[in-house]
């Protein structure tokens, strides 16, 4: 779909500096760009490529408009440019919707209930008692579980689970391979045994959640397990049966949270995080890669490190072990020579 730089800079709320008559086929990077492209600079570091780039125009920060670079080229100035340019890509992405329906090879119990315009691909199961919002797309080989709930403008990517009775707002996107709703794991020991607690809870996916591939969420033992409006989470993420995350959370890649855990809103946990149960992060809090919280982390603290401390403290404490080797050799030198001061009796 073309557009003119003016028509974009409208959608995606810039003002163009230059040429707006500019008519744009498509998006790209900086370096890759051609002409009829829209690209971005954000980074002050990637500046030099506004003398190079063959892109049609640039979405700048406000704070990079006068940096005069750019020459000839059209500028969008917007308050985040990578913001702006997230909206321009979904001005030209492709935008193939399946055409609403059920299709013949689909399996909708008559006890499921559908909106306006939905879409069942071929081979996914919706099960009785089961209501579908207005719009909803779900696609080939999916599955939403007897009395689930999915709100509208959804999107259920191929072969994900929505089990009953979970409860998944508007305009939420899960995608494919993951599961919604599976049993927490609770278990009683019973001597030699353990005896399994049934989980009879649920979960509940709030507005404006995108759940990636391969993510499982438990559905609470009693009570419900919560995702909070706005929150987004990467693939191959395990949340816990009870877990409560705060709206507008990013949880990347590979974090496991704990039973009972509770995240805070605005709470950033990154890369292979692993969230001890019981605890609170607090509003605004960042735990690093690779960390383990094995205590309550308060509200904006940034954290990181095995266990997960303050990340200054955590930083030295990095220095200081990288300076271990040569610390070692040293005392060893020491205790050399103090053997030897002996062995001579001037000590």
């Known amino acids: 779909m073309n557009r003119t730089l003016d028509e974009v800079a409208k959608l995606i709320g810039g003002r163009v500096v230059g040429d707006g008559s500019v008519v744009?086929?498509?998006?790209?990077?900086i370096r890759e760009a051609q002409p009829g492209h829209l690209t971005f600079l954000s980074n002050p570091k990637y500046t030099r490529y506004l003398r190079t780039t063959?892109?049609?125009?640039?979405?700048?920060?406000?704070?990079?408009?006068?940096?005069?670079?750019?020459?000839?080229t059209p500028l969008v100035v917007a308050d985040n440019a990578y913001a702006a340019f997230a909206r321009a890509m979904g001005l030209f992405a492709d935008g193939?919707?399946?055409?609403?329906?059920?299709?013949?090879f689909a399996h909708v119990d008559p006890g499921a209930a559908?909106?306006?315009?939905?879409?069942?691909?071929p081979c996914a199961v919706v099960l009785d008692g089961?209501?579908?919002?207005?719009?909803?797309?779900?696609?080939?080989?999916?599955?939403?579980?007897?009395?689930?709930?999915?709100?509208?403008?959804c999107v259920i990517h191929p072969n994900a689970t929505v089990k009953g009775p979970s409860v998944l707002g508007d305009r939420v996107v899960v995608h494919a391979g993951s599961v919604i709703g599976s049993d927490g794991f609770g278990f009683a020991r019973e001597?030699?045994?353990?005896?399994?607690?049934?989980?009879?809870?649920?979960?509940?996916?709030?507005?404006?959640?995108?759940?990636?591939?391969?993510?499982?969420?438990?559905?609470?033992?009693?009570?419900?397990?919560?995702?909070?409006?706005g929150t987004k989470i990467d693939n191959l993420v395990q949340i816990a049966h009870n877990v409560v995350i705060g709206e507008g959370s990013i949880v990347v890649a590979q974090v496991g949270i704990c039973g009972s855990a509770e995240i805070g809103k605005h709470v950033v946990l990154a890369g292979q995080a692993?969230?001890?149960?019981?605890?609170?992060?607090?509003?605004?809090?960042m735990v690093g890669a690779q960390s383990g919280v094995t205590k309550s982390v308060p509200a904006g603290e940034q954290v990181s490190g095995y266990p997960a401390r303050r990340h200054a403290v955590s930083k030295r404490l990095h220095a200081a072990l990288q300076a271990l080797p040569a610390l070692v050799r040293t005392v060893r030198d020491v205790e050399r020579r103090l053997s030897r001061l002996e062995k001579e009796g001037k000590c």
């Open 24 to 29: 744009l086929t498509g998006v790209s990077g």
């Open 54 to 72: 063959r892109a049609s125009a640039v979405v700048v920060d406000g704070s990079c408009q006068d940096l005069g670079a750019a020459g000839a």
């Open 96 to 104: 193939h919707r399946p055409a609403p329906g059920v299709h013949p």
């Open 114 to 121: 559908l909106g306006r315009d939905v879409s069942i691909g």
């Open 130 to 153: 089961a209501r579908i919002g207005d719009r909803t797309v779900v696609h080939p080989g999916a599955y939403v579980g007897a009395g689930a709930v999915v709100g509208s403008d």
């Open 191 to 229: 001597g030699d045994a353990q005896v399994k607690v049934p989980q009879i809870g649920n979960v509940v996916v709030e507005d404006d959640v995108e759940i990636g591939a391969n993510v499982c969420i438990a559905r609470a033992t009693v009570g419900t397990t919560r995702v909070g409006r």
């Open 274 to 285: 692993g969230i001890a149960g019981h605890l609170r992060v607090g509003d605004g809090a």
